[in-house]
């Protein structure tokens, strides 16, 4: 059983930036690739972006060129450096490796 922890959430102004980390209990990192997802309320779960286990990073393009994708093997972490952030990022934000999920972090956008 793998166990990935989200952190970083929290509230800013638009404009601002957050960095979300997943940490996961083991060097799952290693062999898989990360996907971030976004649930807003009232609205249906939204990829975000994905570090393949080959290091190529995807972002969906509400996102692309404001968030990008980092890891630290040695920490089993994943990053999700967030920038430039507006009302419409705010949303549940949730970490999947494999078929395993966070429990997700909450984002919050003011403008």
């Known amino acids: 059983q793998v166990q990935l922890v989200e952190s970083g959430g929290g509230s800013v102004q638009e404009g601002g930036s957050l960095r979300l980390s997943c940490k996961a209990s083991?060097?799952?990192?290693?062999?898989?690739?990360n996907t971030w997802y976004r649930q807003a309320p009232g609205k249906q779960q939204e990829w975000v972006a994905t570090f393949t286990f080959a290091a190529a990073t995807y972002y969906a393009d509400s996102v692309k060129g404001r968030f990008a994708l980092s890891r630290d093997n040695a920490k089993k972490t994943m990053f999700l450096q967030m920038n430039d952030l507006k009302p419409d990022d705010t949303a549940v934000y949730y970490c999947?490796?494999?078929?395993?999920w966070g429990q997700g972090t909450q984002v919050t956008v003011t403008s």
């Open positions: 999947k490796v494999g078929r395993y």
């Open positions: 083991t060097n799952i990192f290693q062999t898989n690739g």
